[in-house]
């Protein structure tokens, strides 16, 4: 927080990462361990049809007298990066007849996946798309504004939810372990993300009035009066530090209206006191209430937020400060290569000698 001190007394989660991405890996690594099977066949025939450049000109003719008209060359994935694993399924799924019309010519490839294999992969891999395009999005440098995120992020909470309801079983049971393991991500960066959202000026709160009755059906509006009442304290606690909020410089003007008498004797009537408080009423609103007012922007693709509310500083000071220090929290910190990994840490057996070096020592 600018000037020092914590958001909310550290009750939201600003100042650190939010760790999306090693939560979307997780859960994308749980999907792919459903189709461990048909990845295993579908892996050795990979290898097999890109293990020489004899074999790799035979399939490369084979999807040639299929009709595929493809440029995609067949990858050996590396098996403790889940994402070279999905683009390798993602390639041979446009091959499968190739490696069908191989396994009628060819009586050394004895590893052609079933076609309920097949299905169950390229079923599943479909599903996990999600995840692998929101991992990339989280995972990116360009682009470290956290309101990007909150859309993708409750995309993937209303398809798991979906999933839960689906005919295979083996998918419903997949959905239910991912679920388990995204809520707990999603439970704690859900409430600083929405007011991320609140702080685009192309959403504001529409984007909470689309995603949360989707997400929590009848309590949606609760959650949503939730995010928009952290706003709020975050606001207050900003306006304490900074000083009074002024209404904006081009908002409508605030009034002090000189209540009329009657020329008569001097009374108030109740016409006059009604005019006199529709005058006023403009003096209860700070610039959060201006800026929630105004009309969304129109999304551009090129779209820069921050230096939107740089230009709009003077208009809402409070609120740029609030953005300025909401908007810069990372995702995550986790390196790409990590959050690919589904190896996990290993500790080799030198460091393990060093520690008991170290033990003996002190």
Known sequence: MAGGGHLLEGTVAGGHCLEGTSSGGCCLEDGLSVIGQAIARIRESVAYCSGSPKREQKFVEAARQEGIESTKKLALDCE??????????????????????LKLREPQYR???????WELAEQVCSKLKIFYVATNLFSGTKYLTSNNYFPKICEIRIALSNWLRCGNDLIRNM????????NKYWDVIHGILGVASLLDPRYKMKSLDYFFPRIYGVD????????????????NQYQSK????????????????????????????DFDMYIAQESNVVEGKSELDFYLEEKLLPGTPNFDI?????????????????????????????????????????????????????????
Not at 80 to 98: G, P
């Open 80 to 101: 403790t990066r889940w994402n070279s694993t999905y683009l390798m399924l993602e390639t041979a799924f446009i091959y499968k007849d190739v490696f069908f019309r």
């Open 111 to 117: 590893c052609l996946p079933t076609e309920e294999e």
């Open 220 to 235: 949606g509006k609760y959650h949503i009066m939730r995010i928009q009442g952290l706003l709020s304290d975050l606001f």
């Open 306 to 362: 921050l230096v939107w509310w740089k230009a709009t500083g003077p208009k809402y000071p409070i609120l740029s400060s609030i953005a300025r220090d909401i908007l810069a929290i990372p995702v995550s910190t986790v390196a790409s290569e990590s959050i690919f990994s589904t190896g996990g840490k290993k500790c080799g057996l030198t460091r393990l000698e060093l520690a008991k070096l170290k033990e003996t020592t002190t």
């Open 242 to 269: 900074q000083g009074s909020s002024q209404p904006p410089p081009n908002a409508t003007p605030s009034f002090q209206a000189n209540i009329p008498c009657s020329e008569d004797d001097g009374s108030v009537s």
């Open 175 to 182: 959905a239910t372990k991912m679920l388990e393991k995204f």
